[in-house]
Nanobody, 118 residues
Framework: QVQLVESGGGLVQAGGSLRLSCAAS????????MGWYRQAPGKQRELVAA???????NYADSVKGRFTISRVSAKNTVYLQMNSLKPEDTAVYYC????????????WGRGTQVTVSS
């Protein structure tokens, strides 16, 4: 079994910054892709950023130039540095990891709330 725990969310004013973390634990041999998604009230969950095991990244157009995804594979951890936050970034942020291990597959975290006030 694999567990993912996010941290770092909170309330911030527009223009501010937050850094999210997501750490995986359990029966893990390696983790392939890691990603961050978000879901705002009344909207579908959307991809924010993703990073491969080789370090290649991709971002939603709405966050390019403001958010940076990174990973420390040895710690099974992925980060999302969010700068120049806007009220429209308000959402629950979830991490997703493609795990190879005891039970391989995609695992989601429970989410962390990010609220940006205007």
């Amino acid at each position: 079994q694999v567990q993912l725990v996010e941290s770092g969310g909170g309330l911030v004013q527009a223009g501010g910054s937050l850094r999210l973390s997501c750490a995986a634990s359990g029966s893990i041999f390696r983790i392939n892709d890691m990603g961050w998604y978000r879901q705002a009230p009344g909207k579908q969950r959307e991809l924010v950023a993703a990073i491969t095991s080789g370090g290649s990244t991709n971002y939603a157009d709405s966050v390019k130039g403001r958010f940076t995804i990174s990973r420390v594979s040895a710690k099974n951890t992925v980060y999302l540095q969010m700068n120049s936050l806007k009220p429209e970034d308000t959402a629950v942020y979830y991490c997703l990891m493609d795990v190879v291990g005891g039970t391989s597959g995609g695992y989601w975290g429970r989410g962390t709330q990010v609220t940006v006030s205007s």
